[in-house]
DNA sequence: GTCTATATCGGGATAGAC
DNA sequence: GTCTATCCCGATATAGAC
């Protein structure tokens, strides 16, 4: 795995992570090499500019995302039961996301106020899992309506990212999950429309 | 109206508007002076730090929420159109959160990141429109339940947002507005849970 | 590959004239 | 109240020794 062995690696992570707690522009050249534990010429030898570092941070958060994701898919059989292990990761890093929000949400709207060229590949992590819990709706027998009911469940994680962050509520979190998964299961329980309904 | 006339309200609504297009540490003070049209010097007659500048921009923030929502409160009788109302703003205000996301949402996140003590002084904008829509519920006869479906309204506005800000798609946003309605309707079909099942 | 030293720039903040 | 000039610091980035 491309996480522990190279003071490249060390240096993308500890950005992985600095960017996530503090924000990108926040974030100095100086936290980082004090994270590992390097001085910050050495930093140069890796990456000619910020730029850089952020587009290898997203490149990484892209590719440990397509992992998580072909973890479950190979983890569990029943697209239902997939879906919900998404929707439980507002439970999951719970703590995280108290703290600090969503990771893709909170870059892709920083990178838009900045006007940031890098917007696009963040952007690229939400389609990841926006075509991921569409195939999922497509295996339980949705075929227009899948993409729908995939930017309903992105748009739940964001709306309780946010708020959770904002509020630091975990009844609210359990709340918003709960009710996520009634409607859910009626959804599922409804069956996809009839194409003479279309 | 603290609006248009005096040097100090124009910074203040110049400040304004750059933190939620560029976010708060992005903006600089040459940015706010050029906007408003003086020199960065005479910035600090009226502000001694950007602090206190950013202190300002959220009690207008405040004051003009709560003039907005005494509005809505004044020229619509019916609570659950009143709702309606505040359901609305993600189309109404469509264009800005396609570019700039949720202003309340954006700057209490950007303000978590950056351990900012402003941070609950952003919060207690949220804290306007929760108490704003639990009141419209317990007026329409919900009592415990009212906080509750007023934090789901919030949750909805905060995820349509942060999504709207990513992929640019108004049909998605129609779609969870009347998505939300149909919920809305049910729920208030259904009335208040009577006491005996709580 | 890693370090120290340094260049360069932009940001917040101050002093003082008008 | 508004301006110009300036200070100070932190941040990105470079040069070059080891």
Redesign the pocket.
């Known amino acids: 795995m491309a996480g522990s062995t190279g003071?490249r690696a060390q240096i993308v992570d500890a950005a992985n992570r600095l960017f996530y707690e503090q924000g990108f522009e926040h974030?100095?050249?100086?936290?980082i090499a004090q994270a590992v534990?390097?001085?910050?010429?050495?930093?140069?030898?890796?990456f000619?500019?910020?730029?850089d570092i952020l587009g290898a941070v997203i490149e990484v958060r892209l590719q440990s995302t397509r992992a998580m994701l072909a973890d479950w898919q190979r983890d569990e059989s029943d697209p239902a039961e997939r879906v919900r292990r998404f929707v439980g990761i507002v439970i999951t890093n719970g703590a995280d996301i108290q703290d600090f929000g969503c990771p893709v949400g909170t870059l892709t709207n920083e990178l838009a106020k900045l006007d940031h060229p890098a917007r696009p590949r963040a952007v690229a992590v939400f389609d990841l899992f926006r075509t991921w819990l569409r195939t999922q709706f497509e295996e339980l027998g949705f075929s227009v309506e899948a993409d729908d009911l995939a930017m309903h469940i992105l748009a739940f994680s964001q709306g309780v990212a946010t708020l959770s962050n904002a509020f630091h509520d975990e009844r609210f979190v359990q709340r918003e999950v709960d009710r996520l998964h009634t409607w859910l299961d009626e959804r599922l329980a409804a069956g996809p429309a009839p194409r003479s309904m279309r």
């Open positions: 003071t974030t100095s050249f100086a936290a534990g390097i001085s910050r010429g050495n930093f140069y030898h890796h000619k500019t910020k730029d």
